[in-house]
């Protein structure tokens, strides 16, 4: 897939993600598409885990509690104003499985995969049940937003 149509869905995922959880500031994220062996390499450096993974999210703010109502005092860079959210690291190879595996389009799983770490720099995680179904429901009603189907996955 060309890496326009991906950074196409980069954006689309993201600004939805941020839309829906009501961002009233500008933001970035920085996107880092890899492979297999790349993203292998930060899960290892930066997780202890020493494989593959789809995606991986490195907040840059704190927050209280998940979501940007409390995010505690957000300094935005110096040099763009921007709040930073963090860094997101996607591997193209392990979407394109996922996809394949879970009989999903291409696009669609790059958007929720997407979606989902954007979600994480939000300070959105599913470490437990509880918060696993808020973290899921908030993903599924982006996709829906995005009019991705949702019953497929």
């Known amino acids: 897939m060309p890496l326009y149509i991906i950074r196409d869905i980069i954006q689309k995922a993201v600004k939805a993600t941020l839309n829906n959880e009501e961002v009233d500031t500008v933001c970035e994220a920085n996107v880092l598409v890899t492979n297999d062996k790349g993203i292998r390499k930060y899960n290892c450096d930066y997780r202890g885990i020493d494989k593959a993974t789809d995606v991986l ?23 763009t104003g921007y709040i930073p959210l963090g860094d997101i690291v996607a591997s193209s190879e392990t979407i394109k499985k996922h996809s394949d595996e879970y009989g999903k389009s291409i696009f669609d799983e790059w958007a929720y995969m997407i979606i989902h770490s954007t979600l994480h720099l939000l300070g959105y995680d599913h470490d437990n049940d509880h918060n696993e179904k808020i973290m899921f429901g908030k993903s599924e009603q982006i996709m829906q937003k995005m009019g991705i189907n949702v019953n497929d996955k």
């Open 57 to 79: 999210s490195f907040p840059m703010q704190t927050f209280s509690k998940a979501g940007w109502s409390s995010i505690s005092e957000p300094e935005p860079d110096r040099d």
